[in-house]
């Protein structure tokens, strides 16, 4: 009975491995996912800095 018992606790170690590895895999993804959005934010930031500066150049070349 004692070794059946060691398989079964060795199958459920590994079974929990698996999950925390299927997790940890997954955890990745949204990571990697997040790092695109902020480089996206950051990219349309720089975006809407650069119309913004133009703009305001504009306005002070048409008030001098």
């Not at 934010?41 to 305001?56: F, G, P, S, T």
Request: glycine share 8%; proline share 0%; net charge positive.
């Amino acid at each position: 009975v004692r070794g059946n018992n060691m398989g079964t606790q060795v199958a459920y170690k590994n079974k929990l491995q698996g999950q925390l590895d299927e997790w940890g895999a997954e955890m990745g993804k949204l990571n990697a996912k997040a790092d695109k959005a902020e480089a996206n934010m950051k990219l349309d930031y720089c975006k809407e800095m650069k119309i913004y500066n133009q703009c305001n150049m504009s306005l002070k070349k048409r008030d001098q």
